[in-house]
């Protein structure tokens, strides 16, 4: 089993910038993929980025933070990170950590059901 724990989240005025973290405890070992999912209030929840855990750090952003946002990890921490940039009243939401042990499903991992583990949520507040 693998246990995630977000932190990093708070309140910014629009155009500053966060870093969250996400700790990764348990059998990191097993881990593939790392990802970050973000729901805002009325609204489904929605892929934001991921980094393959192993091998040579491949990433993926959704198109609303393509530019903005960075996601990152440290192995030698079991910590991923995800750098946000220039933020927008839009990106106001719970931004969820997320884990997979599924191998070769490549760019599917911005779909949910791909990862088994979850982090509890770290609420980002953006105002104008």
């Known amino acids: 089993q693998v246990q995630l724990v977000e932190s990093g989240g708070g309140l910014v005025q629009a155009g500053g910038s966060l870093r969250l973290s996400c700790a990764a405890s348990g059998r990191t070992f097993t881990l593939y993929v790392m990802g970050w999912f973000r729901q805002a209030p009325g609204k489904n929840r929605e892929f934001v980025a991921f980094i393959t855990w192993s091998g040579g750090g491949s990433t993926y952003y959704s198109d609303s933070v393509k530019g903005r946002f960075t996601i990152s990890r440290d192995n030698a921490k079991n910590t991923m990170y995800l750098q946000m940039n220039s933020l927008k009243p839009d990106d106001t939401a719970v931004y969820y950590c997320?884990?997979?042990?599924?191998?070769?499903?490549?760019?599917?991992?911005?779909?949910?059901?791909?990862?088994?583990?979850w982090g509890q949520g770290t609420q980002v507040t953006v105002s104008s």
């Open positions: 997320a884990g997979s042990s599924l191998v070769g499903y490549g760019g599917n991992y911005y779909l949910e059901d791909k990862y088994r583990y």
